[in-house]
């Protein structure tokens, strides 16, 4: 049941999805209770999945009645990427890589909802995670930090974004290979300092 709800969601009928991914959990939650699986862990996710574009759809396609129906369905996909998020631990605690995911998808779901503190939260917890786990600051650091300075941006925070910025590209000038750079590493660089001159045009 639960991979036909992922069937379902990847052919865009998302109440079908819900009802097969939510008779699913009603049968997994007991069974898996003190023995975690990914089977759960994917249903919890597809769920919050489902009930997300299903409310996003439902605001584009301005059904009657949809802003209530939508609101509810938000709800219910942010109480499904918190339970992905804390069954996630469960299946392997001591990765903390594991919730990266779903803290991504609950920053996504805050913005799409305008909860910009919530969403500003999550994305530095995504920061600080892989702070935690990348001995040598790598790509999910790096790119943590880009969709953090870009959501600064977006919300006009130009001291904040301006800091990010110069936190990111730290990270590429203070490789131990910064000389022998890719060419797309060079022009990711580049992109990085254009953003930022952008930013202090803005702060004058």
Do not use: C, W
Not at 12 to 20: G, L, N, S, T, Y
Not at 26 to 44: C, H, N, Q, S
Not at 148 to 157: G, H, K, Q, V
Request: aromatic content about 10%; cysteine-free; charged content about 30%.
């Amino acid at each position: 049941m639960s991979r036909l709800g992922a069937t379902y969601h990847q052919l865009r009928e998302f109440d079908k999805a819900i009802k097969d991914y939510e008779n699913s959990r009603v049968i997994l939650e007991p069974l898996l209770a003190d023995e975690p699986a990914p089977i759960l862990f994917e249903t919890y996710h597809g769920l919050a999945h489902s009930y997300h574009d299903n409310a996003t759809e439902l605001t584009a396609g301005r059904q009657s009645t949809a802003d209530a129906v939508a609101a509810e369905q938000l709800s219910k996909a942010e109480e499904y990427y918190k339970k992905a998020a804390v069954y996630q631990q469960k299946i392997k605690s001591d990765n903390p890589l594991l919730t990266v995911v779903s803290l991504k998808n609950l920053a996504q779901l805050y913005l799409d909802i305008g909860r910009f503190d919530d969403a500003e939260q999550n994305l530095k917890a995504v920061v600080d995670v892989y702070k935690t786990v990348e001995y040598y600051p790598g790509a999910g650091l790096e790119d943590a930090l880009k969709e953090l300075a870009e959501f600064y941006r977006n919300r006009s925070r130009s001291e904040d974004a301006a800091r990010t910025y110069n936190e990111l590209i730290d990270l590429y000038e203070n490789n131990a290979n910064f000389y022998h750079l890719e060419p797309q590493r060079i022009r990711e660089l580049a992109d990085n300092y254009s953003e930022l001159g952008q930013i202090y045009i803005a702060m004058k």
